[in-house]
């Protein structure tokens, strides 16, 4: 199964590489909880187009999580920072134990990437700000992916712009898939795949005129390479596939070539803060089961 092997490759690359190591034990634990199918029922029944034009799929829906799993969640991956010798791992643990925190309202901070929401969380425990951003990115994953698979029937190709689909990031990578070398967006949130035309930067939609620069090791220039945009100096990973990468491979892929982010960094480009679109949409938290309420009458 794509997905187990992609974890246990996450934890392998943790093992190997002690840079990536604390953001790939994140993803290996989100990859592993995503893995089960009862995520889709915290989903709308639908995540067809909406009816404002470039609205991704996810803007005004309702999302009804669990919120007990959802909290476990955090908890198991405060326990894989730990694992990686995280200084905040013991001041996050406090966080996600405490009565007042609210696993749906950190869901939809990281969904809607209200940045400020969740550094205000971590403040309440004096933990590092950014740290609860990375978290709770990976603590969406699995609803978010969910979200991915459901949406992929109803897209039809015809999504021109830059940002995905159904979450409204921006790209992680692009694929140059198969012998038609046709370009393909992906997005590391949801794992959707959207097409894109060559030489059209996703950012800004600026077309090059010429053949566009890119940065790549000398080895690998058909097959990774970093393309960059010369208006808006934004910079897309762009990797060979053969066929669709599943959506742990594309974090996998990610962080397999961070030296390709290093270089185009150094270099003075950039990729956009935030999303495409402001979304809007609802995280509420699911009425206990039935047979509990029983119980407690
Ligand atoms: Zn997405
Ligand atoms: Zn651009």
Redo the contacts with the bound molecule.
Sequence with gaps: MPTAGAGRALEQLAATDPAVAPLARLQAVALDAAADPSWERSLPASLGPRAEAGAPRLHGARLVVDSDRLRALFVQLVAALDAAGHPDSARLRQLFAAPGFDPPASLRASLVHDVPALEDMAARVAATPGVLVVVAQAAALPLLVACGRRAAATLDGRWTLGYCPVCAAWPTLAEVRGLARELVLRCGRCGTGWPCEHRR?P????REQHSQRYFAAAHERETRRAIT?S????YLKVLATLEPLAPSEILLRDLESLELDVTALEHGYRRPEGLGWSLALTVESAPPPRGWLRWRG
């Design positions: 930067c950012f800004c939609g600026h945009c208006r808006c100096h934004g």
